[in-house]
């Protein structure tokens, strides 16, 4: 290390399979991962869970569209932990489909617009809008960084097993992209 600076700045992860060092980028299935986590949530809120925010119609969302913003009172934990993780689940679902940094921060903004719209009887947020947007970007970068340091596409076997699964639990979405992928397996 003559020029002094820390070797794992200056050399690759040869290890890992980045989804960022694909050669193609698969922004549409991004797209379709985030629009299908909204409809998912969605309807375990709304047929599950029976929530009364749930029940949507085409009259709600454009009382939505027409009412504008305001600033909701939901729980901290609702407003600064809930929504940055879902905002975390699209900015990886594009992280994870090969897109860069600076190309995944609009899905986690198109995903909580989405949400905020046409996801819920209540007026949209711009709190909630920030929070899972801007929480959800550095959430996601974290986790995504994270997950990089786990997962080991050299190993084999029950190494191999573990690391995958942890590496699903920090970031679930880029265990979900490699398990479409096959690279979970590979």
Same mark, same amino acid.
């Not at 797209?31 to 299908?36: C, I, K, M, S, Y």
């Not at 925010?53 to 729980?75: E, L, P, T, Y």
């Not at 679902?93 to 609009?106: K, Q």
């Not at 786990?150 to 097993?161: H, I």
């Given at each position: ?5 820390? +070797? *794992? ?15 193609? +980028? *698969? ?14 949530? !969605?309807?375990? %809120?709304? *047929?599950?869970?029976?929530? %009364?925010?749930? +029940? ?9 569209? +027409? ?6 009172? %939901? ?8 929504? /940055? *993780? ?19 921060? /609009? ?7 989405? !949400? ?6 209540? /007026? ?11 929480? @959800? ?14 997962? %080991? ?13 942890? @590496?699903?639990?920090?970031? /679930? ?8 992928? @096959?690279?979970?397996?590979?």
């Amino acid at each position: 290390m003559a020029s002094g600076r820390h +070797k *794992y700045f200056t050399t690759p992860t040869p290890f890992i399979l980045s989804p960022t060092s694909h050669a193609e +980028k *698969y922004p549409w299935r991004a797209a379709a991962e985030t629009v299908g986590m909204n409809v998912g949530v !969605w309807a375990f %809120d709304r *047929y599950v869970m029976n929530e %009364d925010f749930a +029940k949507i119609s085409i009259n709600s969302i454009r009382r939505n569209i +027409k009412h504008g913003f305001v600033w909701d009172n %939901d729980q901290f934990s609702t407003n600064l932990f809930a929504h /940055p *993780y879902h905002g975390n689940l699209y900015f990886n679902a594009a992280r994870s489909n090969g897109l860069n940094f600076w190309e995944s921060v /609009p899905y986690a903004f198109a995903g909580s617009l989405m !949400w905020e719209v046409a996801a819920e009887v209540e /007026p949209p947020a711009i709190n909630d809008l920030i929070a899972t947007t801007i929480g @959800g970007i550095a959430l996601g970068e974290m986790t995504h960084r994270l997950s990089s340091l786990v997962l %080991d596409d050299s190993k084999r076997g029950f190494g191999r097993f573990t690391r995958e699964f942890l @590496g699903t639990l920090i970031c /679930p979405m880029r265990g979900i992209n490699r398990m479409i992928t @096959g690279d979970m397996w590979k």
